[in-house]
């Protein structure tokens, strides 16, 4: 191998080094967001449904007091825009809301978005198939007007209610199944996973901490299969490389 190949090679594993090691980390992060801390750590206590996460959350135990009102503070966003939700549906919303601020394992489903509040949100999160079912059946026949939660709402009180040709029906007319109910509702946040609870395969929304959290293995799982390997300027700097191998020879 003539010397300047030698170089170049050497230099060429040089940048995929620090490429690959300047990846970003998906696991044991929070968003980046106004209501998460900006790193998980230990909480003392936290509201009852959050509680899973007290050795290591991304919320607050001010916050995850919040979740159980009907309008907190936090998002001023009303479940109950068509009257009161039965008390076991209810308690898959906070279940859901604990998952979303507390949760420090869902760092491979952050996207980046461009809003005001939040700069990052969830797409595709493989929730277990047994969650999703539980949750569309307590909740089939408590009443909604929408089936996208995240939008078209009326703010004009400042918090969310009907928009006026929405009209109040059960939860299984804009949600016929569970599947429709835990991927529409936060506009894909959530995809519904073929795994159940248990298997390492899929994001629970409630565990007994006693033997840990299952969803830091979930999250490794997959932050290692999508491979995100290089950052995602990877073919920028790809480019780069190139030039300054050129450039070097
Ligand atoms: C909890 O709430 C108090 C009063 O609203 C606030 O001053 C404090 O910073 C909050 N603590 C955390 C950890 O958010
Ligand atoms: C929102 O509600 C207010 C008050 O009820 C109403 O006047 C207004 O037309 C509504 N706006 C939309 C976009 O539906
Ligand atoms: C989930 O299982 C169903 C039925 O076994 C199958 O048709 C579908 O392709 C599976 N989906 C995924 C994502 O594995």
């Not at 949600?175 to 109910?181: M, R, V």
């Amino acid at each position: 191998m003539a010397p300047g190949t030698a170089r170049r090679l050497l230099l060429l594993l040089v940048w995929v080094a620090v490429t690959w090691a300047a990846r970003p980390d998906l696991l044991n992060i929070c968003m980046d967001s106004e209501h998460h801390k900006t790193k998980p750590g230990p909480e003392d206590s936290l509201h009852e449904q959050c509680s899973p996460w007290e050795d290591n959350a991304c919320c607050s135990f001010n916050m995850s007091l919040e979740y159980r009102k009907d309008i907190s503070y936090l998002y001023r966003f009303n479940w109950e825009h068509c009257g009161k939700l039965k008390p076991d549906c209810k308690r898959h919303f906070i279940q859901d809301t604990c998952l979303y601020e507390c949760s420090p394992n869902l760092g491979p489903w952050f996207q980046k978005v461009s809003r005001g509040w939040r700069r990052q949100r969830l797409l595709n999160v493989p929730l277990c198939k047994d969650d999703c079912q539980d949750w569309w059946e307590d909740c089939r026949t408590s009443y909604t007007c929408k089936s996208n939660w995240h939008d078209g709402w009326n703010w004009s009180l400042g918090y969310n209610r009907c928009p006026a040709n929405a009209a109040c029906r059960t939860f299984d007319f804009y949600f016929p199944t569970p599947d429709a109910l835990c991927n529409q509702i936060w506009s894909n946040s959530y995809k519904v996973s073929n795994y159940s609870r248990g298997s390492g395969r899929c994001i629970q929304t409630w565990f007994d901490p006693e033997n840990g959290n299952p969803n830091e293995a979930v999250a490794k799982y997959y932050a290692d299969r999508s491979g995100a390997g290089p950052s995602e300027a990877w073919p920028l700097q790809f480019g780069l490389a190139l030039m300054l191998l050129w450039l070097l020879s």
